[in-house]
């Protein structure tokens, strides 16, 4: 037992200097501790959901076209057996 324990290989990390995880950059968001926490009105934050409704909206259609056909094509398939 104690042969295992000698041989077990010590996983070394190393930074490749990559910024995919470091946060550091963030700086001027209304959380961060960088700047004061900003107040946005309600008009901007109703500006912002419609524009974000808006980008979501013809996946939702064309998500929903392919509900309803696989649903009509089943229904048929099974009211005609």
Same mark, same amino acid.
């Given at each position: 037992?104690?042969?295992?324990?000698?041989?077990k290989k010590k996983t070394i990390y190393v930074d490749d200097? +990559?910024? =995919?995880v470091?946060?550091?950059a963030t700086y001027g968001t209304p959380y961060s501790n960088n700047s004061s926490p900003v107040k946005?009105?309600? +008009?901007e934050k109703l500006r912002t959901y419609f524009?974000? @409704?808006k980008l979501m909206l013809l996946?939702?259609? @064309?998500t929903l076209? =392919? =509900?309803?056909?696989?649903?009509?094509i089943l229904y048929l398939l099974l009211s005609l057996a």
């Open positions: 037992m104690s042969d295992k324990k000698k041989n200097g +990559r910024t =995919i470091d946060m550091s946005y009105s309600f +008009r524009a974000s @409704v996946p939702m259609l @064309v076209g =392919i =509900i309803a056909a696989a649903f009509g």
